[in-house]
């Protein structure tokens, strides 16, 4: 059978998807490359939208075959004071046919500015977030609206118009046909052998002979009315395409961020902790659409907020710690069971903190919550090693789910980002 494939997928005008594809994966490390450094140049805020990405000349230049006179050939050149036979001529600086190279200007003739491609906001993002994954994230018990994946089930005799299956049904419809009229045609067959006989004989006009010619001629007819009246598609010959509903296992995750706003955080280290958690929630929302995000600022007493107010309140107080990872324990045990969801949490403070409430937070960290969570991490937005970054460096040597790491300026944040969540086997 004859099959037409329709490629219905949206694409621009005079734009191939295959040649851009295969133009993507050809050039990745150098768009990779040229993604990074327009990151550092933009803003958090700004990240999730396209980018003219300029690729130099010369890796994108093909091999070429050109066709010359060859040779050793005179030239004359009019009005020449400064060579004479035999001078070797130098090649101009810049290389090529006298262009300046790149997108540099040249007194020589003129240059070839790089090769601009524009990546849409989707592989923009896809080529910022490629080797980025949550760690440890594995698939728990089915959830308690488990996610449904349909599949083929082969034939059932009834359905919707949409799923009927027309070679299946004809098929059917012909070996019925066939079934009920298997009988009939081979009478009907030697009925009229039977006819044919009978009429050839010489005394085909007497009476016996004629009397049984007409009752075959009258079997012969009522034969052919029967056939006549089986259907060329019955009902019952129908056959639709059935699918069937099974669930699927669904990892369910949730994260905790966890942002100090006290007021030992001035607004620049507070700018650095919601740009580090604007970049976490980009990427979460991104790449699982089954997560929950949950929103903790604190300062001598923490609550949960929303992302609007997580990021952009300015409610400010003193420092203590332990009541975020309390707050965080608590929503844990009231909605988060850790047997049904992966637990992640990330914290971002300038590690001032009353000084009695730091070993509290380690011993919070150790016996209640990261027994329960996949993994933990925190930032410091500070350089100063305080006594919040000492209690917690003791929990790095003994928890293989958490780590630690510093972000003393705004251009350290995407580089810690990508070293806390890289996927295994994948350099920062």
Same mark, same amino acid.
């Given at each position: 059978m004859?099959q037409q494939?329709i490629?219905?997928?949206?694409?621009?005008?005079?734009?191939s998807?295959?040649n851009r594809?295969?133009?993507?994966?050809?050039?990745?490390?150098?768009?990779?490359?040229a993604?990074r450094?327009?990151v550092?140049?933009?803003g958090i805020?700004?990240?999730?939208?396209?980018e003219?990405?300029?690729?130099?000349?010369?890796d994108?230049s093909e091999?070429?075959?050109?066709?010359?006179q060859?040779?050793?050939r005179?030239?004359v050149?009019?009005?020449n004071?400064?060579?004479v036979?035999?001078d070797?001529?130098e090649?101009p600086?810049?290389g090529g046919?006298g262009?300046?190279?790149?997108?540099?200007?040249s007194?020589?003739g003129a240059g070839n500015?790089?090769?601009?491609f524009h990546l849409s906001?989707?592989e923009?993002?896809q080529?910022?977030?490629e080797?980025?994954a949550l760690?440890?994230?594995?698939?728990?018990?089915?959830a308690?609206?488990?996610?449904?994946?349909?599949?083929r089930?082969?034939?059932?005799?009834d359905g919707?118009?949409?799923?009927?299956h027309?070679v299946?049904s004809m098929r059917?419809?012909?070996?019925?046909r066939?079934?009920l009229g298997?009988?009939n045609?081979?009478?009907l067959?030697?009925l009229?052998?039977l006819?044919?006989?009978l009429?050839?004989?010489?005394d085909a006009?007497?009476?016996?002979?004629a009397r049984?010619?007409?009752e075959t001629?009258?079997?012969?007819?009522?034969?052919r009315r029967?056939a006549?009246?089986?259907?060329?598609i019955?009902?019952?010959?129908?056959?639709?395409r059935?699918?069937?509903?099974t669930?699927?296992?669904s990892?369910?995750a949730?994260m905790?961020?966890l942002?100090?706003v006290?007021g030992?955080m001035?607004e620049?280290?507070?700018d650095?902790?919601k740009?580090?958690?604007?970049?976490?929630?980009?990427?979460?929302?991104?790449?699982?659409?089954?997560?929950?995000l949950?929103?903790?600022r604190h300062h001598t007493q923490?609550?949960?907020?929303?992302?609007?107010e997580?990021f952009?309140?300015t409610?400010?107080?003193?420092t203590?710690?332990?009541?975020?990872?309390v707050?965080?324990?608590?929503?844990?045990r009231?909605r988060y069971?850790s047997?049904?969801?992966?637990?992640y949490?990330?914290?971002a403070s300038?590690?001032?903190? #009353?000084?009695?409430?730091?070993g509290?937070?380690?011993k919070l960290?150790?016996?209640?919550?990261?027994?329960?969570?996949?993994y933990y991490a925190?930032?410091q937005?500070a350089e100063?090693e305080q006594?919040? #970054?000492?209690?917690?460096?003791q929990?790095?040597?003994?928890?293989?789910?958490?780590a630690l790491?510093?972000?003393a300026?705004?251009t350290?944040i995407?580089p810690?980002?990508?070293d806390?969540?890289?996927?295994?086997?994948?350099a920062a």
């Amino acid at each position: 059978m004859l099959q037409q494939i329709i490629d219905r997928r949206l694409s621009g005008k005079n734009k191939s998807i295959g040649n851009r594809e295969r133009f993507l994966r050809r050039y990745r490390s150098q768009i990779r490359e040229a993604v990074r450094e327009a990151v550092s140049g933009r803003g958090i805020r700004n990240l999730e939208q396209g980018e003219d990405i300029p690729l130099p000349r010369r890796d994108v230049s093909e091999p070429v075959f050109g066709h010359a006179q060859g040779g050793n050939r005179e030239y004359v050149h009019p009005g020449n004071k400064e060579y004479v036979k035999g001078d070797r001529i130098e090649r101009p600086q810049g290389g090529g046919a006298g262009g300046g190279g790149g997108s540099e200007a040249s007194d020589t003739g003129a240059g070839n500015d790089d090769f601009v491609f524009h990546l849409s906001k989707e592989e923009f993002m896809q080529v910022f977030f490629e080797d980025l994954a949550l760690p440890h994230l594995i698939r728990t018990q089915l959830a308690e609206v488990p996610e449904w994946k349909s599949h083929r089930a082969g034939l059932t005799s009834d359905g919707t118009p949409n799923n009927l299956h027309v070679v299946r049904s004809m098929r059917g419809a012909l070996a019925r046909r066939i079934a009920l009229g298997g009988e009939n045609r081979r009478e009907l067959r030697r009925l009229e052998a039977l006819l044919l006989h009978l009429r050839a004989r010489p005394d085909a006009g007497e009476g016996m002979i004629a009397r049984e010619i007409r009752e075959t001629e009258a079997r012969i007819d009522e034969l052919r009315r029967t056939a006549r009246h089986v259907p060329y598609i019955d009902p019952i010959d129908l056959r639709y395409r059935s699918h069937v509903r099974t669930p699927v296992p669904s990892a369910k995750a949730v994260m905790f961020c966890l942002m100090d706003v006290s007021g030992s955080m001035d607004e620049a280290r507070k700018d650095m902790s919601k740009r580090f958690f604007m970049l976490l929630y980009l990427f979460l929302t991104r790449h699982y659409e089954r997560i929950d995000l949950v929103f903790i600022r604190h300062h001598t007493q923490a609550e949960e907020v929303s992302e609007d107010e997580f990021f952009h309140a300015t409610e400010t107080g003193g420092t203590v710690v332990s009541s975020a990872l309390v707050l965080m324990h608590e929503i844990i045990r009231a909605r988060y069971p850790s047997a049904e969801w992966n637990i992640y949490g990330a914290q971002a403070s300038d590690g001032d903190n #009353w000084h009695q409430d730091s070993g509290r937070c380690r011993k919070l960290l150790a016996e209640q919550i990261l027994p329960l969570v996949r993994y933990y991490a925190y930032v410091q937005v500070a350089e100063a090693e305080q006594n919040l #970054w000492d209690e917690y460096a003791q929990l790095q040597e003994s928890h293989a789910n958490f780590a630690l790491r510093k972000v003393a300026e705004a251009t350290d944040i995407y580089p810690v980002f990508r070293d806390l969540f890289k996927k295994g086997g994948v350099a920062a």
